[in-house]
Structure formats: C-alpha cells, structure tokens
C-alpha cells in the first residue's frame, strides 16, 4: 500500500518545468506582470437632473444614487473633478411631458440649464448628454408615435436632431443619441456640421439590447412605457451578428465613439466591436448591473469594492476604452483614498 503522499506525487510524466504560479507570488510580482488596468480618467459618471417638481433624492431602486437639481447637478460635478471624474452623462427629468417631447428640445429644459450650471461651475469636466426622448414622452417610448402606436423612426429624427442643437447651443461637449431609430446618426451629424457645430463629437448607443438591466434606470428617469416595450426598436438579446452589423452602421453614419449596453452580460460584444473597428468603444454598466452588486453587498454576500474592482477591469480586459458606471464616484473615491494612506 502506498501512502496518500506518494500517490499525489507526480509522475514523471508531468512537466512541472512550467508553473504558472511563479509570478503569483507576491503583490509587486503580481503588480509588475498585471496586464489591464482602470484608468480614472475612461469613467463616466452618469448624472439624474429633476426639474423643480419633481423629487430629490435617493433612488429607492439604486442606492447611493441621486436625483439632482440642477445647482445640486453642478455641485455634483465639482465633487466628482475634485476625486478625478472629468466626465459625466446628463439625464433629465423634466416636469413637462407631452406625446411629442416638448421638453426635450425647450431652450429653458433641465438638461440645457444643466450643461450651462456645471459649464460654468467646472468649465474643465465633459459633458456628454443622453439623447432620447422616453424621459420627454408622457407615453414613456423613445419616440413619436403614429397612428397605429408605433415610433415612427423618421419623425423621431427630426426631434433628436432639435434637441441635440438645443443641447450644442447650450455647450454639450458629446452627445450620445440612445434612442435606436435607424439612420439617427448619420441624421444627427449632418443637422450639428450644417449648425455649425461640426466638432461636437457623437458617442452612439450603437448596441443596445432591449434588456431587464434597466428596470432600476426607469424608476430613476421616470420613464417606463406606459404600454408595450421596447423591442421593435432596441435589439433583441440573443443576437450577435446583428450587433456587430448596427455597430457597423452607426460607424459608417459619423459615429466617433461605439457604445455596447448593458456591458457585463454584453461582454462578448464589447470584444466583437472593439475588434470590428479602430474607433473608441464605450460600455455602459447599467443601473440593473448596479443594484444587482449593490443589493448583495447591502445584504453582506457579496464584498462590494472587491467585485466592482473585478467588474470594471473585467471591461478594460474585454475591450472597452470607456466605462460609463454608476460607481465611477466610489470607485474614484476609494483609489483616492488608498493614495492617501
Ligand atoms: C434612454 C436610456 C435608457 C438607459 C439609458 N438611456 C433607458 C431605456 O432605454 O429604457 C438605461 C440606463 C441604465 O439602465 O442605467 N433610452
């Protein structure tokens, strides 16, 4: 009978020459060979502005999250530069909803009064607007609707293109069209360079799945449909080839920047995009993402800061040059803190 010890022993046959292990052993080893990394500077914060009517305050279904007003908005921007935040993504919560999105191109709307109060207050911080209009309709869908109840793509175009001038005029430095109508970026690039705004660049939700990830966003925004989804005009989740194709498309359009949502269950098309094409590509770490982390680490399964670390390299890894997450402040808090120590 042989003991324990000998049966593990190797054979001869194993070739032990290779140990991967070696350059694990300690933190500077690991440091010296790590391969990605998050750069504080690829974040972007995304910012809930409310109108005056509307509520302050945490959102139930995201905790650590806000909606601001627009002074709070601004103040907001100044914390996040001071933690090494210099960008953030605008959404407005209006007071005013109609069935054609009056509010959204309104010169006086909360997201133009906010681009003004951070322009002014943090000159040096990006501001990149969402662009839809679900937070402007009172039916809740990105666009007008006809007669049957469908968007109609090419009257919702013209209305992207409105508001995306109101947002230019009001000194947007990127905007990021969400909405999916076919042809909106080429639409909206040819409306900002005949504008004279030719070097406002445009960060396309190029891949964006009509997913469950949102649900905590729609609370936030106030902005679930009020009848039907979104799936005639977001894209259906288990399709691949299709994504590479929109991504495509938009690049063709004039997009400078190729956006996948939602990012983590996404990953294998944020490597697909990246690699289709030589622009930036952005993920977006959406709110379900979010309050998913949170709602285990608050319930003590899960530890919270070890996971987003995970979670937001995991993006770099796959390909992604920008990170738009809901944790960009904490995360850019705790690296300035470790600094600190
Ligand atoms: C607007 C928009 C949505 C999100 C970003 N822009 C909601 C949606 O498409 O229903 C979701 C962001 C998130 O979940 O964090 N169309």
Redesign the pocket.
């Known amino acids: 009978m042989s003991s324990l010890a000998e049966l593990l022993r190797p054979r001869a046959a194993v070739d032990l020459t290779k140990r991967p292990r070696r350059l694990r052993a300690s933190p500077a080893l690991r440091a010296l060979v790590r391969e990605n990394e998050v750069r504080l500077s690829s974040l972007v914060q995304?910012i809930f502005v409310a109108d005056d009517g509307q509520t302050k305050g945490e959102i139930t279904s995201m905790p650590g999250v806000f909606r601001f007003s627009v002074d709070g908005a601004a103040a907001e921007a100044r914390e996040l530069h001071a933690l090494g935040i210099e960008a953030v993504l605008l959404?407005g919560i209006p007071d005013f909803k109609d069935s054609v999105a009056s509010s959204a191109h309104d010169p006086g709307g909360v997201v133009q009064r906010a681009i003004r109060a951070i322009k002014s207050a943090v000159p040096e911080t990006l501001i990149v607007a969402?662009l839809?209009?679900?937070?402007y309709t009172d039916h809740g869908h990105?666009g007008i609707l006809d007669e049957r109840g469908d968007v109609d793509n090419d009257a919702t175009l013209e209305l992207l293109g409105r508001t995306a001038l109101s947002y230019a005029e009001a000194g947007v430095d990127v905007i990021?069209p969400?909405?999916?109508m076919d042809g909106r970026i080429g639409y909206l690039r040819a409306t900002l360079d005949a504008s004279g705004y030719p070097n406002i660049p445009i960060m396309s939700?190029a891949v964006?799945f009509?997913?469950g990830?949102?649900?905590?966003?729609?609370d936030?925004?106030d902005?679930?449909?009020q009848f039907g989804d979104?799936r005639t005009y977001?894209m259906d989740p288990p399709n691949a080839r299709e994504a590479v194709r929109e991504a495509l498309l938009d690049l063709d359009e004039g997009a400078d920047v190729l956006m996948v949502?939602?990012a983590l269950a996404y990953m294998d098309l944020i490597r697909a995009v990246r690699e289709v094409s030589d622009v930036p590509v952005a993920c977006?770490?959406?709110?379900?993402?979010?309050s998913m982390v949170k709602a285990a680490a608050l319930n003590g399964w899960i530890d919270e800061d070890r996971v987003v670390d995970e979670i937001l390299v995991s993006f770099v890894r796959a390909g992604a040059d920008i990170i738009?997450t809901?944790f960009a402040k904490d995360y850019a808090r705790r690296r300035t803190d470790s600094r600190g120590r």
Do not use: H, L, W
């Open positions: 995304p959404f969402d839809c209009n679900c937070e990105c990021a969400s909405d999916m939700y964006k009509a997913s990830f949102y649900g905590p966003f729609r936030a925004a902005s679930t449909p979104r977001q949502k939602p977006y770490n959406v709110s379900g993402e979010y738009i809901y």
